[in-house]
């Protein structure tokens, strides 16, 4: 069988080889019309782009990266998903790297990754979206990247990110709306700038509504179960016992809401819990969470179409959007008695 190439496909669709790269590229300056003409061709013949040849041509490897370190696994295969989705959509591939590394270490690592893989960009999950060392390396070494969940948005970079600080606002005002006063907040990892915006709209709601911010009721997590079980320990061993605790993530509120099981407390009648991200855990326990849903694909989607729309054609200014969070109520959380 004759293998179809890219100058089969200009003769097909009566274009030129040049217009069949842009499109193929996802460029701009070909018409609708053009464009939905070659991919009725790319159909038709069932065409393949070499992605070694492409690469070899324009000088591109047409792989995106994406690093992470996050203790949720939920979390990351949402990344994956809105990253691949945009890849998929541009014909790029992705390539997913697990770092665990700070400072210096950190920049060797991802500087033998660059090396060894030619990446066309790299995609910045948290923690590392703000990690302002990282991103001067990589402009050091012209490397385009795009920013997920950050909380800096005054920057000379792609950035996607949720509005956290309200998400945590909204959710601690439905605690307050149910009669609750006394409510612990459990913080997430110290490196993710998420953990501060979260705090920030819990202890925002407590100050709107004249209630006093206790340092009391306030525990460390790092957004793992297990970080949840110590943090749930301590704060159901306060006396008085709050009558409602806002996790930072639905993972730490799992943990809270089992150990409160364990202590023969009902949920939501004696306590009431809320997490935050609408995981899949969130809808999966009984009772179900209360939430706010985070656009984690929709915010990694965003960001690595704009990557590679600016790899194709650099931008004059960088694309920055901030999606909405949105309160989930679900049966863990009630009126105080």
Known sequence: MKKVTINS????????????????????????????KVLKVFKELDY?????????????????????????????TRVQTGALAACQENNY??????????????????DQLLQSSRLDGLVLTPPFSDFAELADFLKSKNIPYARVASAVLEDDS????????????????????????????????????????????????LATHGIEFEERLVEEGNFSYHSGVDSARSILDLSPRPTAVFASNDYMAAAVLKLATQRSLKVPEDISIAGFDNAPIARHIWPGLTTIAQPVEEMTKQAVTQLIASIVEPQEKPYQATLEAKLITRESTAAVK
């Open 48 to 76: 393949t782009p070499n992605p070694i040849a492409r690469g070899l041509a324009q000088n591109r490897s047409f792989i995106i990266g994406c690093i992470y370190d996050n203790p949720s696994k939920s979390y990351i």
């Open 93 to 110: 591939n992705l390539l997913i790297h697990p770092c665990e590394l700070r400072g210096d270490a950190l920049i060797n690592n991802i």
């Open 158 to 205: 792609i950035s996607v990110r949720s509005n956290d600080e309200q998400g945590a606002f909204e959710i601690t005002e439905h605690l307050i709306s149910l009669g609750h006063t006394a409510i612990a907040f459990i913080k997430g990892h110290p490196d993710h700038s998420a953990t501060e915006q979260r705090f920030m709209g819990y202890r925002r709601a």
């Open 9 to 36: 496909v200009a003769s097909h669709a009566g274009v030129s080889k040049k217009t069949v790269s842009r499109v193929l590229n996802n460029e701009p300056n070909v018409s609708a019309a053009t464009r939905e």
